[in-house]
């Protein structure tokens, strides 16, 4: 079983930033890809961003266009998304997600396990 907890989640103008943490507890952390999604009400979860286990692969939604870095401290066992140049479209629930492989996922279908999210509001 693994444990997921968001944070850093608020209210940022347009234009602002914010930094996503996910710190995970419970299956080996070095193993596991993981990957940030987000959920706006009455639509279904979309991909945001993946990183492989090891850190070395990353793989980003289109919308992202740059904005947007995930990384990993894999011996603090936490994931992060680091997001710049936010937009009043990209106001949503941000959910951590971790999957049973290395291998970066796109789809909600290929992650295991899903934190309790965090919600992000981007408003002046």
């Known amino acids: 079983q693994v444990h997921l907890a968001e944070s850093g989640g608020g209210l940022v103008q347009p234009g602002g930033s914010l930094r996503l943490s996910c710190a995970a507890s419970?299956?080996?952390?070095?193993?596991?890809?993981m990957g940030w999604f987000r959920q706006t009400p009455g639509k279904e979860r979309e991909f945001v961003a993946s990183?492989?286990?090891?850190?070395?692969?990353?793989t980003y939604a289109a919308f992202v266009q740059a904005r947007f870095t995930i990384s990993r401290d894999n011996a603090k066992s936490t994931v992060y998304l680091q997001m710049n140049s936010l937009k009043p479209e990209d106001t949503a629930v941000y959910y951590c997600?971790?999957?049973?492989?290395?291998?970066?996922?796109?789809?909600?279908?290929?992650?295991?396990?899903w934190g309790q999210g965090t919600q992000v509001t981007v408003s002046s």
């Open positions: 990183i492989s286990a090891s850190g070395l692969s990353t």
């Open positions: 997600a971790a999957r049973v492989d290395t291998a970066v996922g796109i789809t909600v279908e290929e992650f295991d396990y």
């Open positions: 419970g299956r080996n952390f070095g193993n596991s890809a």
